[in-house]
């Protein structure tokens, strides 16, 4: 506080004294260091959870260009999940811009072009054994009155044995109701339009926080440093910020201008728009383009712009989500001094280092589940 002289006479916020007052009782026996953290909602994707999600991801997008009937009840069990947890992102956060690292999203990309090929592929796949059942019951015989297929196996009548087990077995398998295709189909296009709307309402929202004349929307930082009597903290560019104390969770949380935040409106804007370009896209391909053209030995008939825009997202959510772990706000220095009251005017230092993983996981989980209350907090006051 030395290279700081006009703070000696300001008054410490919320207090009826001055710093002065408070640096002449430095407790002096008091050098906490201790983790700074973002708080409720303020957190990106923890880099341990991308990493889970990329792991899952990467090879059944190598299945899906290949073998794709392996994992399509996968793909639509997992973007159903993904789907829900949007939802929660959605309810929870109710859009605010500070928290726009939870419910940013960028990544239902990759989602959008997995249920866009499920839908297609499984109807094609359907279609051609349709087809193939066909030719194997005209080829039984020649009365065509008995042998028609017309997509209703159970009116398939025949004498003999062979025909017979064909009509049981066609009965079974065509009929809408019990088809697991048609049933893989139908969920497939309902989760494309609800990552759809996802993406659209999100981008709604990413765009009104874009244009808001209020610039960096605020967001909050916590420490144990802060509490128990902290009133407010000084760094060394002598720059006050107001503490307020949530003593139920053993912290203290200071507001600030959340630069992060505002980086990241403006790529979800970019990037979700990009998202959308590439699903349109991938529709087109998996509707347009022949199952057997093939470009270099790979079939052209695949989401390709979604696999590959979704995984630089997962990609650079992943790093991001690394550098975060070792990330203070430059709006705050690491080195303060905590004005606090205690029987009278007093002052400590204080070092805020980096909370790390651990600190990314309360913040991004609190605030994933802060619609829940007492359910999830088990205090009503947090």
């Given amino acids: 506080m030395d290279g700081c002289p006009h703070l000696v006479n300001a008054t410490v916020l919320n207090a009826n004294f001055t710093w002065g007052e408070a640096l002449a009782n430095k407790i002096s026996n008091v050098t906490a260091v201790n983790y700074f953290r973002p708080d409720i909602g303020i957190a990106l994707m923890p880099w341990i959870y991308t990493t889970i999600v990329v792991v899952i991801h990467l090879p059944m997008v ?3 260009v290949t073998r794709w009937e392996m994992v399509q009840v996968w793909s639509i069990v997992f973007t159903l999940f993904t789907v829900i947890m949007y939802i929660q992102a959605y309810v ?4 605010d811009p500070a928290q726009i690292l939870l419910w940013t999203p960028l990544l239902l990309v990759i989602d959008g072009g997995s249920m866009a090929q499920v839908f297609f592929l499984v109807l094609e796949a359907r279609q051609n054994i349709v087809g193939n059942r066909v030719i194997l019951s005209e080829s039984y015989g020649r009365e065509s009155s008995t042998l028609r297929f017309r997509f209703r196996a159970w009116r398939l009548r025949s004498r003999s044995s062979t025909l017979h087990h064909l009509r049981k077995e066609n009965s079974n398998s065509i009929r809408w109701c019990r088809d697991p295709a048609v049933f893989s189909a139908s969920a497939a296009a309902i989760l494309f339009l609800a990552v759809l709307a996802l993406q659209v309402l999100g981008l709604v929202q990413a765009v009104k926080a874009m244009r808001s004349p209020l610039g960096a929307p605020l967001v909050s930082w916590c420490s144990p440093l802060f509490q128990p009597f ?13 503490i307020a104390q949530s003593r139920n969770r053993g912290i203290g949380c200071v507001k600030i201008p ?7 409106i403006t790529g979800t804007t970019v990037g979700t728009i990009l998202g959308l370009i590439c699903e349109i896209a991938d529709v087109l391909l998996l509707a347009l383009v022949s199952s057997t053209k093939r470009v270099r030995g790979a079939r052209l008939r695949r989401p390709w712009t979604t696999i590959f825009g979704g995984l630089i997202v997962l990609g650079v959510t992943l790093v991001c989500g690394v550098q975060y772990t070792t990330y203070i706000p430059q709006e705050v220095g690491r080195h303060v001094v905590v004005a606090m009251s205690v029987q009278g005017p007093a002052s400590y230092l204080g070092d805020l280092t980096p909370a790390g993983l651990r600190g990314a996981i309360i913040g991004w989980t609190d605030g994933l589940f802060e619609s829940w209350g007492r359910a999830y907090f088990g205090s009503p006051n947090r």
């Fill in 92 to 95: 929870s956060t109710r859009f």
């Fill in 230 to 242: 902290g009133l407010a903290a000084a760094d060394s560019n002598c720059r006050v910020i107001e």
């Fill in 258 to 264: 959340g630069m992060w935040q505002q980086q990241w």
């Fill in 62 to 64: 190598l299945v899906r």
